[in-house]
């Protein structure tokens, strides 16, 4: 299994609804990643987590809370978002981090706040 | 400061036609990875490089790490539309800190 698996694909959230983004990996990478994609843009990081602590926060707000219950699981809890947080949110999961990351990527949710 | 820079932004060709797209830096890599991204997909690996000099290929595609391992490129040979997407580096510095390039978006025309 090489897969990232991502849900919900779609998401749209009202600014006062509280939602979650799921993450799982089964490829026994023992780091996990958050980003955020903006349309024509690269990916920018958000969180980092390693052997399941929180290891990077990349000074995101605090209306983004990660979750990393268990080494195969990352979640991302939404709460009181504002329409310019609609974006492609992507997971990622690899080894390690380190000097040689090769990151594996899941297919995204599209999350849109209304 | 842009710690990767990507070159072209864009680049629309004709089927068949070769493209080379760069990525530059003035900071050293440890390892540099090329990802291709279709719209509404999640990043794709394509490759990792982490010896300076490095030439990897994968079909059609060439991966070149410079000797500094400052700079990376790729090259297509005879593209196809499949390859139409968004192609991006990210580079891993010695100190352990990954970052994108601003990406390249290739179109290919049949």
């Known amino acids: 299994d090489t897969e990232v698996t991502q849900t919900p694909k779609h998401l749209v959230m009202g600014m006062t609804n509280k939602k979650s983004l799921k993450c799982e990996q089964h490829?026994?990478?023992?780091?996990m990643y958050w980003y955020k994609q903006k349309a024509k843009k690269p990916p920018e990081l958000m969180f980092v987590y390693s052997y399941e602590k929180l290891s990077i926060n990349e000074s995101v707000p605090s209306r983004f809370s990660p979750e990393c219950p268990n080494s195969s699981l990352l979640n991302l809890h939404l709460h009181a978002l504002q329409p310019e947080d609609s974006a492609l949110y992507l997971c990622?999961?690899?080894?390690?981090?380190?000097?040689?990351?090769?990151?594996?990527f899941g297919q995204g949710t599209r999350l849109t706040v209304v | 400061t842009q710690l990767l820079e990507q070159s072209p932004q864009f680049l629309s060709i004709q089927e068949g036609e070769n493209l080379t797209v760069y990525c530059n830096s003035s900071?050293?890599?440890?390892?540099l990875q090329w990802y291709r991204q279709e719209p509404g997909e999640g990043p794709v690996l394509l490759v990792t490089v982490v010896t300076g000099g490095e030439v990897k290929k994968l079909k059609r595609l060439t991966f070149q790490f410079g000797d500094a391992r400052k700079d990376s490129s790729l090259h297509i040979t005879a593209a196809q539309p499949g390859d139409t997407g968004l192609y991006l580096c990210a580079g891993t510095t010695n100190a352990g800190k990954s970052t994108f390039g601003d990406g390249t978006t290739l179109t290919v025309k049949p």
């Open positions: 490829m026994g990478h023992r780091a």
């Open positions: 990622a999961s690899s080894h390690h981090t380190g000097r040689n990351t090769e990151a594996f």
């Open positions: 900071s050293v890599f440890s390892s």
